[in-house]
Structures are given as C-alpha cells and as structure tokens.
C-alpha cells in the first residue's frame, strides 16, 4: 500500500487535494478527515500539517508528501545525520518567494545592512542557512506567523516571509529588499534513496500527466501543403506535429500541443502565415 502525505491546512491544501483528485485518487469528503483509503489504488491519504509533512517522509513513516519546498528546506537538519526527504518533482502551485523587507521608512534598504539587526521570520532554518552561507551576523526571532507585525510592535527591525502578491508586506507598512532568499512552490518529496516503487511511479506520472494537462492545450489548423514546413516550425510539438491530409488536394491538416501561455501569439503566427480553421481545445488528463 501507498501512503501519502497531504496538507489539511493552508493555501497548499486545496489544490494539492484538487491535483491528486485530477490524477484519479480518492479525496477527503469532509474537513475534519485525517486520512482517507482509496482501495481503487491501494493508497492511504494522511491530512498533516505542511511544516510536518518531510518530517514524516524522512522518517520513512509515509512513502511520499506533498509540501512546499521552503518548508522542505526548513525541516531538513543540515548536520548529515539520519534520512532526509528530498524534492521529487515541482507541482506547479503554491508559488511564493522567501525574502527580506523592512519598514519602508526605516533606514534599512539593502541586504548588508541588516547585519547585527533583528530580524522576525517564521523559518529559523532557512534564514540561518541564508546568513551562515553569506556569513552575516544578525538575531534571528522565531514566530509562529503573521510575521509583518513584527516590526511596528518593535520586535524586529526586519522580516524574512513569505511573499506571494506583497500585499500583506504594503499593508504592514513594509517594502521588499534584495534578491529572494529562495522561489518556492509546492513539491512532491520522498526520502533520499528510497527505491523506486511502481505506486510511486504511477503517482509521478499520474501528477506530470495533470501539469502536462494545465500547461499545454491542442492545437489543430488547416495548411496550404507549400507553407507545411514553416507552419510546422511554429508548431513542433512534443515529438513531433500530427500531418494528415486534407480532402481538398494541396490542404493537410495539422495536429500539435503548444504551451499555453503561447497559444495567441502561435495562432497570429499561423494566420499570417496562410493557416486556416485553426482552434484550439484543452487537454483533460495525459500521459506523456
Ligand atoms: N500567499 C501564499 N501564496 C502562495 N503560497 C503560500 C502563500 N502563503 C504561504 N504559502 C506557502 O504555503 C506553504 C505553507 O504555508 P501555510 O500558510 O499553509 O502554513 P503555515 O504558515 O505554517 O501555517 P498557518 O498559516 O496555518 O499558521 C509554504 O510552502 C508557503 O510557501
Ligand atoms: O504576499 P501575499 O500575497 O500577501 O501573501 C503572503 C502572506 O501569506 C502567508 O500568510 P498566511 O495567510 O499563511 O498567514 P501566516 O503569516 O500566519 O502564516 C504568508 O505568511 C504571508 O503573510
Ligand atoms: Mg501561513
């Protein structure tokens, strides 16, 4: 049996459950589930909290979790010593940035000058490692959260947090300084050298098929056989463009996945070039 590891709280907590669901595992009814059994796949959901979720995993208790990678991070000794969960594959969601800000009318505005300062985070490990790896001296202060009002009731003279949209910094009177300390999303982990199971593996492309699914769509459009090479060039596809031929003599059509992101600019391209009929359709599930 598959044990897996899934956020119960928090903004990871409801896509991770969307994406396993897509992938066709049975989820959660109710909030208050710990865990739920889908026999269909032999897998056991445990609902945890995501700061615990690598610590599960490392401890070999759960066979693979779904966390953030800043929390992975945080939660993963440094000393070597004893099993590690590691990053497995990156999921697309619950992007954020861990970095530093300060009252914006403070006198600090760039990294150096938060040595010897305070500074308020809710990720103690991460933050040390940042200023261990530049050698900056500064007092870290722990808290639980709702670490952008660290600063105006003086506990701080800095934040390192996490930041999506910076709406929650500007509304605590903060501005962003620096590089971020680390991009993050929500990940798949696994234990350092575990090896490799079939669930496993059917879980792996079972989530890849889902990102597959969201980030590419179908793309099919009607070409004059003398433009096929160009028109193809703007369309590779993944392995290569479906061509068949078309009922009226020196038409083919053609059939090719393209990011989406890409697909009005692809399109414009192709109408210029003298495609025709060209639509696009979203892709539901896959297996590349
Ligand atoms: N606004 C956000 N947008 C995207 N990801 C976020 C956001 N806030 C937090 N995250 C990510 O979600 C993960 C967990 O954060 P979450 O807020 O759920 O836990 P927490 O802060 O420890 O717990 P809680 O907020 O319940 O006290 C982290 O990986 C973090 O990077
Ligand atoms: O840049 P933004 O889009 O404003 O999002 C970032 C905020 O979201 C998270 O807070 P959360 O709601 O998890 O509260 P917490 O600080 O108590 O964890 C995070 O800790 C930031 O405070
Ligand atoms: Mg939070």
């Known amino acids: 049996m598959l044990r897996v590891a899934v956020p119960n709280k928090g903004v990871l907590s409801e896509p991770a459950q969307t994406m396993l669901a897509e992938s066709g595992y049975r989820q959660r009814r109710s909030l208050k589930d710990l865990a739920v059994y889908d026999p269909e796949n032999d897998t056991e959901f445990f609902y945890l909290r995501p700061r615990d979720i690598a610590i599960y995993v490392a401890a070999g208790t759960l066979d693979v979790g779904i966390t953030g990678r800043d929390m992975l991070l945080e939660t993963t000794p440094t000393d070597g010593a004893g099993a590690v969960a590691a990053e497995v594959m990156p999921l697309g969601f619950g992007r954020s940035s861990f970095r530093f800000a300060s009252p914006a009318d403070s006198a600090i505005d760039e990294v150096a000058e938060l040595e010897g300062k305070r500074i308020a985070t809710a990720y103690p490990g991460l933050l040390q490692r940042f200023l261990d790896s530049t050698g900056m001296k500064a007092e870290v202060v722990k808290l639980d959260g709702a670490v952008e009002t660290a ?24 501005r962003i300084i620096g590089e971020p300390v680390l991009a993050s999303e929500a990940v798949l982990v696994r234990r350092e050298g575990a090896e490799e199971i079939p669930a496993v593996a059917q879980l792996r492309r079972r989530l890849q098929g889902v990102l597959v699914a969201r980030r590419y769509v179908m793309l099919d459009y009607d070409c004059p056989n003398d433009l096929l090479a160009r028109a193809t060039a703007i369309t590779p596809g993944l392995e290569g463009p479906t061509v068949s031929p078309l009922h009226t003599p020196g038409w083919s059509a053609v059939r090719a996945m393209v990011g989406k992101d890409d697909t009005n600019r692809v399109m414009d391209d192709l109408y210029e070039l003298g495609a025709r009929a060209i639509l696009v359709t979203s892709i539901a599930a896959s297996r590349i």
């Open 151 to 174: 600063c105006r009731l003086g506990v701080a003279d800095a934040v390192c947090d996490v930041v999506e949209t910076g709406t929650t910094l500007r509304a605590a009177g903060l």
